[in-house]
């Protein structure tokens, strides 16, 4: 199972993780951008209201995009989880969501923020290419010199988003900031965000991500597990303490007394068993002593 809500800033990596926990977690990732294209473009009855507000200049409410929501989540794929990204933006949204994913039974599980410094991300938006011909998106960092998309240099010629132009840059992270922190404080307080460094390998960050999810059930049975280990190391503690004459508070020993006490009851009963045995061998023992005496008697008789 996996319900959550991804949050980052442009550039944080976002939806490459999105993808990548899509992939090995087979859950479906659900941005709210792409159901209302969809939804648009299958004209939908959602879909249909959602173009006439765009239309119009007007923003999609948030009905529309929880109605897609709830459309989304109700298909198959969907049964063992979600990552939600793009939506919500606002506490109010986040408020409103949370009511529907309980209504249909599948709460939110976490709320994921990709931690990335602005430096980092401004480095990574400012360098930033995107091929003209098969729109893949490359970075400046790893491209050759000649700055062309490596699979066919022919007609594949990159160009820079004019939203990815350095003085837009640091606009757009001031939007995302003062818009998602709010939300960020909401699910903080519900116990729901986890914070996951966005930066180095990929690898490593997808990761901490799954370390992020391990159930809580998990987690509480190790803890039981080790706490069990605690109190037999501690048991162990205070006998040697006995044993080398240190001195001993008045509650160790106590604890030492009930042990004491336990021991010799377990050797009883393992001495009576081991009496029983011990009869049982003789008996068996001594019988065939006593066939063997009777036979040399009845030849000694005959
Ligand atoms: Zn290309």
Redesign the pocket.
Known sequence: MMRIVLLGAPGSGKGTQAQRLQAKFNVPQVSSGDLLRDAVSRKTSLGLKAKAAMEAGQLVSDAIVLGLIRERLSRVDAQNGFILDGFPRNSDQAATLSKLLIEIGQPLEAVLLMDVRTKTLVQRLAGRRI??????VFSVAALPKDM??P??SK??E?YQRADDKEEVIAKRLDVYQSQTKPLIDHYNKLGLLKVIKGEGDLEAITARMEAALKPAKQKRKTNAKTAKKKTKSVRKVTVKKVVKGTRIKKKTIIKLKSVALKKPAVKKSSRKTLAKSGKALVKKSSKPKAKNVSRKTSVRKK
């Open positions: 091929c003209k011909h098969c729109g893949k062309t998309c699979k066919n007609g594949h990159l």
